[in-house]
């Protein structure tokens, strides 16, 4: 299994960025996709997770309506798009899929990670 992220880099507040997760090895179903992240200092966090069974996105508080998780099924593909970003969105994010979903984005609830993309946000 394999999970690879990409798109991180320095923007600006207020600025964009698109995340990339391309996965694969996958030989089990899986039912959770998602974003962490961890900045300095803190704990890692659940940004945003897709419940595969239905669909359903969440979002941690602190990203509702500036980010949105998205996937591609034909590419392997999770998108964690970002928009009007804040210093305090600075921090190395993580993609990570679970076999189970727990009805939240956890972390603990993950089994695959790929290696953090770094996204600072400074002007």
């Known amino acids: 299994v394999q999970l690879q992220a990409s798109g991180g880099g320095l923007v600006q507040p207020g600025g964009s960025l698109r995340l990339s997760c391309a996965y694969s090895g996958f030989t089990v179903p899986y039912y959770a996709i998602g974003w962490f992240r961890q900045a300095p200092g803190k704990e890692r966090e659940g940004v945003s997770c897709?419940?595969?069974?239905?669909?359903?996105?969440y979002y941690a508080d602190s990203v509702k309506g500036r980010f949105t998780i998205s996937r591609d099924n034909s590419k392997n593909t999770m998108y964690l798009h970002m928009n009007s970003l804040k210093p305090e969105d600075t921090a190395v994010y993580y993609c990570a899929i679970g076999h189970n979903w727990y009805g939240r984005c956890w972390d603990y609830g993950m089994d695959y990670w790929g290696k953090g993309t770094l996204v600072t946000v400074s002007s």
């Open positions: 897709i419940s595969v069974s239905d669909e359903r996105s």
